[in-house]
RNA sequence: GCCCUGGUAGUAUAGUCCGGUCCAGUAUGCUCGGCUGUCACCCGAGCGAUCCCGGGUUCAAAUCCCGGCCAGGGCGCCA
């Protein structure tokens, strides 16, 4: 509508004074002192307080609209510097319009100073974005993954669009949402794995951000019934390789959030380090060693449970840190086994902030071998024809890995809990909105 | 799926151990009134809770017991 592009942005009217300008927003606040009356009002960008005083043209119409919290507003007027209003700039209006009325009284404090629990937010969520927290995560989490976006782009990967419903399991391990699909079955991809095996083999670099779904009943802090990854696939290379884009992605990533949400992160009081490079590597063994010279449970072959993951970060003392060469048992058939030793595979987790924010390993890419590794796993290669027929025609040798989303958001922000970073997240209970 | 803790006005909480003092207190919100410089405005009055649901114990239950649902946390599974 025409009136939109006329409308500046409050921090811009606030610069522009003396000058005729349309401002919009929700109201935050009313402050009616009898006579002179107070409006703080809010649009994305910021707040600027409006100033209604009796000899003012618009006293009388401004009076009679009895404006209340997130009434969403048009004003027409003008921004003059004041060295009585704290912000040192005020708005005086010469009208004013409703565009929506809100209802009284709201579900819970937008402003943030009466606290409202997650569950009572995300119930609504639409005006949760409006708090100054809420928002600051997802304009944290927008950053990263526009700087995940261009630091791969400007690198020459080509971003791929992996298909979400497939016929059969891509992965093993996660349970899979079954859906019909006419008079078949399908299911929502768990990860898009296979997809960007196939793409890597001819575009050689490729990344991709898709949701992925696991049909698990967890019920905790760090995980969701669905998420999003930031994936990536890299022909010609080995997990040496990819750890290696790994370790610098982050680090690209965490920079440009340091740089470019500097006001968010004081709103949510945090202070970005971003890691030196290289990140040190730790070798599953090393790692299990460690652990038992703490005195922990634990045998070669074993995932480690959440709090020797917690004892295993307070050991190494590093924010961000890999873990590889990790036993052929606790990974995928896919993973390319070591040449001296089979027991071991080229995989690795990378662990930042305490918390598992991405894996990755080098892929086999002999059919042969592929099927042999199969077996090994108690699969049968003959449900696999199709995966391994993808790699009889010229494969070369390649890997990749995958960054969750909510949890680098988790980690980044400060959150304790993933349902903070997801903007309608979705779990064992909840569905809705 | 298991274990722990919780569920009280729109929101967030006190009260629950040790039943009666609570037809439920506080903050914020909302309504009305007052105030010409507030800025988390202030001041006064008021509104708003079948104390999550169902059953049980008791003269009496927000409070004790059992079951269910939901939430938060710890595990498991999973990433």
């Not at 003059?80 to 005020?90: F, K, P, Q, T």
């Not at 006001?263 to 730790?282: A, K, M, N, W």
Request: charged share 30%; glycine share 6%; hydrophobic share 40%.
């Amino acid at each position: 509508m025409r009136q939109d592009l006329e409308r500046v942005p409050i921090e811009e009217a606030k610069r522009r004074i003396g000058e005729p300008v349309t401002i919009a927003g929700w109201v935050s606040r009313v402050r009616d002192k009898g006579k002179i009356r107070f409006i703080v009002l809010r649009d994305v960008t910021g707040e600027i307080q409006i100033t209604v005083k009796p000899e003012n043209a618009a006293y009388s119409g401004i009076s009679s609209l009895d404006l209340g919290r997130e009434d969403v507003v048009s004003v027409e007027g003008e921004a003059v510097s004041s060295e009585i209003v704290h912000a040192g700039v005020e708005f005086i209006p010469r009208s004013v319009k409703v565009l929506n009325r809100s209802k009284r009284p709201l579900p819970f404090d937008v402003s943030g100073r009466v606290k409202a629990e997650l569950d009572t937010r995300l119930n609504y969520r639409f005006m949760d974005f409006r708090t100054p927290r809420t928002s600051a995560i997802f304009r944290v989490q927008h950053v990263l993954l526009t700087a995940f976006r261009r630091f791969l782009t400007d690198r020459g990967y080509l971003e791929i669009q992996p298909p979400c419903i497939i016929a059969s399991a891509s992965e093993g391990g996660a349970e899979l949402f079954k859906l019909p699909y006419f008079d078949r079955e399908a299911y929502l991809a768990q990860s898009p794995q296979l997809y960007k095996q196939m793409c890597a083999i001819s575009f050689e670099k490729v990344f991709t951000i898709v949701p992925v779904w696991r049909a698990e009943k967890f019920n905790t802090p760090t995980h969701l019934n669905e998420v999003r990854q930031m994936d990536i696939e890299q022909a010609f290379a080995d997990d040496e390789t990819v750890m290696g884009v790994l370790e610098e992605t982050l680090a690209y990533m965490l920079g440009a959030v340091k740089e470019r949400c500097q006001r968010e992160l004081r709103v949510l009081g945090r202070d970005i380090e971003v890691p030196e490079l290289p990140l040190r590597r730790l070798t599953y063994t090393e790692a299990v060693e460690l652990l038992q010279g703490a005195g922990e449970e634990i045998t070669w072959g074993d995932d480690f449970s959440k709090s020797q993951e917690r004892t295993l970060c307070d050991l190494v003392g590093e924010a961000a840190f890999f873990i590889k060469d990790w036993p052929a048992v606790q990974k995928a058939f896919y993973a390319m086994p070591h040449e001296g030793n089979p027991d071991l595979v080229h995989a690795f987790d990378l662990i930042y902030g305490g918390i598992e924010i991405s894996s990755g390993t080098q892929r086999i890419h002999r059919p042969d071998l592929l099927r042999e590794q199969l077996r090994k796993k108690g699969l049968d290669p003959g449900e696999f024809t199709h995966y391994i027929e993808s790699f009889s025609y010229g494969a070369p040798p390649h890997a990749g890995w995958s960054i969750g989303l909510e949890r680098l958001t988790m980690v980044v922000t400060g959150m304790r809990n993933i349902r903070e970073c997801c903007m309608f997240p979705r779990d064992r209970d909840r569905l809705v909105p």
